[in-house]
Nanobody, 121 residues
Framework: QVQLVESGGGLVQAGGSLRLSCAASGSIASLNAMGWYRQAPGKQRELVASITSSGSTNYADSVKGRFSISRDNAKKTVYLQMDSLKPEDTAVYCC???????????????WGKGTLVTVSL
């Protein structure tokens, strides 16, 4: 069974940095696009950043220049380096990945359970 497990969230002061990790495990035939989403209290979930299997990246305007997404295909892990954090970055951050299991002919979107990032003044 495929799982995505995030780590690295926590409490940080404004201006600080955090690095999130998301590791995929299970019977994986192919790991395609991966991304990070976030949902703040009372707000809709939004895409923060995504990265294709070949390394092309995409960022929300609100995080451009501050956040950086990367991946290690050998470790089946995606990272989100978050610098110059602001209180408005406070949210639950969830990992998403398009994965094809070895037993299936098609891919499916998988989600992690999320990790809380809190940025204080």
């Amino acid at each position: 069974q495929v799982q995505l497990v995030e780590s690295g969230g926590g409490l940080v002061q404004a201006g600080g940095s955090l690095r999130l990790s998301c590791a995929a495990s299970g019977s994986i035939a192919s790991l395609n696009a991966m991304g990070w989403y976030r949902q703040a209290p009372g707000k809709q979930r939004e895409l923060v950043a995504s990265i294709t299997s070949s390394g092309s990246t995409n960022y929300a305007d609100s995080v451009k220049g501050r956040f950086s997404i990367s991946r290690d295909n050998a470790k089946k892990t995606v990272y989100l380096q978050m610098d110059s954090l602001k209180p408005e970055d406070t949210a639950v951050y969830c990992c998403n990945a398009a994965i094809r299991e070895r037993s299936k002919a098609y891919g499916t979107d998988y989600w992690g359970k999320g990790t809380l990032v809190t940025v204080s003044l």
